[in-house]
């Protein structure tokens, strides 16, 4: 009973999480990608990276969001099981369970994946140029914090750029 417990509620959080997500991208529209976009020219104008270092960090990046892409839709996917799942009349313990661990392993998926891409840009940077990338992300999360509405939620800012 706790383990489905715990299962609804991490689906529920997660259901949340992905329409706010959603709804705060669609209320700020351009304005504030302007804002991200000035704040990341700022930042690789002083990484001051070369162009083999450019090649490399655009390389990382597609195959990434390529990546991306389908550990997306395999999350969807998941979802969309365990959905069917619950609105069956008697769905199983061990089938939901089975379900839910299955969605959890294609999170932890996406979470490994967007780590050791976040991994692979910062070993094409030098010592330098890591430390410059560190002040330029506090600032960036300072200003998330602050928020354009006081309290820095909603605001569909990430306080990271395209790498």
Same mark, same amino acid.
């Given at each position: 009973?706790? @383990?489905s417990v715990?299962a609804l509620i991490t689906?529920f959080?997660f259901?949340?999480?992905? /329409?706010?997500?959603?709804n705060?991208? %669609?209320?700020?529209?351009k304005?504030? %990608?302007?804002?991200t976009g000035?704040?990341?020219t700022?930042?690789? @104008?002083?990484?001051?990276?070369?162009?083999?270092?450019?090649? +490399?960090? @655009?390389?990382l990046?597609?195959s990434h969001?390529?990546?991306?892409i389908?550990?997306r839709a395999?999350?969807?996917?998941?979802?969309?099981?365990l +959905?069917?799942?619950k609105?069956?009349?008697?769905?199983?313990?061990?089938?939901v369970?089975s379900? /839910?661990?299955?969605?959890n392993?294609?999170k932890?998926a996406?979470?490994?994946?967007?780590?050791?891409?976040?991994?692979? /840009?910062?070993?094409v940077l @030098?010592?330098?140029?890591?430390?410059?990338f560190k002040e330029?992300?506090?600032q960036?999360m %300072? +200003?998330?914090?602050k928020?354009?509405r006081?309290?820095?939620?909603?605001?569909?800012?990430? %306080?990271r750029?395209?790498?």
């Amino acid at each position: 009973m706790r @383990t489905s417990v715990i299962a609804l509620i991490t689906i529920f959080l997660f259901a949340t999480m992905f /329409v706010s997500e959603s709804n705060a991208q %669609g209320r700020m529209g351009k304005r504030q %990608g302007m804002r991200t976009g000035q704040n990341c020219t700022k930042m690789f @104008t002083a990484l001051n990276l070369t162009d083999t270092q450019k090649d +490399k960090i @655009t390389s990382l990046r597609e195959s990434h969001q390529k990546a991306m892409i389908d550990l997306r839709a395999q999350v969807q996917k998941d979802m969309l099981d365990l +959905k069917e799942l619950k609105t069956n009349e008697n769905p199983s313990r061990n089938d939901v369970l089975s379900a /839910v661990e299955k969605l959890n392993k294609s999170k932890d998926a996406m979470a490994l994946a967007r780590a050791n891409h976040q991994m692979d /840009v910062r070993e094409v940077l @030098t010592l330098e140029q890591r430390k410059t990338f560190k002040e330029f992300q506090g600032q960036m999360m %300072g +200003k998330h914090r602050k928020g354009m509405r006081g309290n820095g939620m909603g605001n569909g800012y990430r %306080g990271r750029c395209n790498f």
